[in-house]
């Protein structure tokens, strides 16, 4: 990789780009959350959890005790901020650093009984092998029946262009690069974009069984997030346009 993608977050949330994007969760997954949550219980993993765009009302509307983890400090930093209150309280724990960081930091404590990777976050982690090691991290850390809810982007619907460029460059097939400006600064950013079958095959291969996918949203979800219109006729389309004309694919899966 020619850039440090923790770096790049950092300024990727310092600058308020990110917030200004994506002001809060994508709703129709947030309530996927709540059932799932509901149903297999309240210990939970943010696996990329950024500055709490799903921890913040996962704390707010239900009683999960939330271990949030990212590789930005900045993330990290803004998350405890502002939910101050939970870190006291001992519902929320924080953790910051690469996998073996979150392994030691839940080494002590009781497997989860859900595990959530939203917006992407797989498809941010560089290269197959990586993004298996975490997957295969993941499922070590979930009770027996435990469960996984992942989104990855739809690559017949995402950056045409870069994915253009990408071949240009040799990169691993589905791999982009692109970029974000914030406050005249350039944030360079790495994507993996999915097939259908490649998502599936990587929860396989790491030890999931796929209880059911359907979309993340049809709709480009920074739009979707914003506009209570747009929300609306997202959530009418994801029930009856084709997956594969999905923006995102989302997955829920078991140990």
């Not at 690559?155 to 400006?181: M, T, V």
């Amino acid at each position: 990789m020619l850039f440090d993608i923790a770096e790049n977050y950092n300024h990727y949330f310092a600058s308020r780009l990110y917030d200004q994007r994506y002001p809060r969760p994508n709703p129709s997954c947030l309530a996927l959350i709540v059932d799932e949550i509901r149903q297999q219980g309240s210990r939970v993993l943010d696996f990329g959890c950024g500055n709490g765009r799903y921890a913040a009302p996962l704390l707010e509307h239900t009683d999960a005790a939330l271990v949030a983890y990212d590789i930005s400090p900045e993330a990290i930093r803004e998350l405890s901020q502002r939910q101050t209150a939970h870190l006291e309280s001992g519902r929320l724990q924080p953790v910051l650093g690469d996998l073996a960081a979150l392994r030691e930091a839940a080494k002590s404590s009781e497997r989860f009984d859900l595990a959530i990777m939203m917006f992407g976050v797989l498809g941010h982690i560089a290269s197959r092998a990586a993004r298996q090691e975490a997957l295969t991290i993941l499922r070590g850390l979930l009770r027996p029946g435990g469960r996984l809810i992942v989104t990855v982007p739809n690559i017949q619907r995402r950056f045409l262009k870069e994915q253009i460029a990408a071949r240009q460059r040799n990169l691993e097939p589905g791999d982009i690069l692109y970029r974000r400006r914030a406050n005249d600064r350039t944030i360079h950013m790495y994507y993996h974009l999915y097939t259908l079958e490649e998502f599936q095959q990587e929860l396989e291969q790491a030890g999931f069984h796929l209880v059911r996918m359907r979309a993340e949203s049809v709709l480009p979800e920074s739009g979707v997030v914003k506009s209570m219109p747009l929300r609306w006729l997202d959530r009418l389309l994801i029930t009856v346009a084709p997956l594969r004309h999905a923006y995102g694919f989302l997955a829920v899966a078991e140990t």
